[in-house]
């Protein structure tokens, strides 16, 4: 079995900085592609930023030139970096990893519970 887990969420004013990390731990083998999606009331879920095992990067237009994620292989971590928060950054935030567990070939696709993140005007 393979858990993320998510911290680092909260209230912010706009303009402010929040650090997100997230943990993957149990069973596993590799990651592949680890990454943040986020789902605002009423919204879509939308992908903010992905890093591959190799560090490439990307993400949603919205975010780029503000957040950066980084990722720690050996600890099996992705971190996101808020920087210069909006209101409309508002939503609750996912980690995502593609892992590969002992006993298996293949890759599979794992979120966490999620972690608010609130930035008031």
């Known amino acids: 079995q393979v858990q993320l887990v998510e911290s680092g969420g909260g209230l912010v004013q706009a303009g402010g900085s929040l650090r997100l990390s997230c943990l993957a731990s149990g069973s596993i083998v590799s990651i592949n592609a680890m990454g943040w999606y986020r789902q605002a009331p009423g919204k879509q879920r939308e992908l903010v930023a992905r890093i591959t095992s190799g560090g490439s990067t990307n993400y949603a237009e919205s975010v780029k030139g503000r957040f950066t994620i980084s990722r720690d292989n050996a600890k099996n971590t992705v971190l996101l970096q808020m920087n210069s928060l909006k209101p409309e950054d508002t939503a609750v935030y996912y980690c995502?990893?593609?892992?590969?567990?002992?006993?298996?070939?293949?890759?599979?696709?794992?979120r966490g519970q999620g972690t608010q993140v609130t930035v008031s005007s």
């Open positions: 995502n990893a593609i892992v590969m567990q002992y006993g298996s070939s293949y890759y599979r696709d794992y």
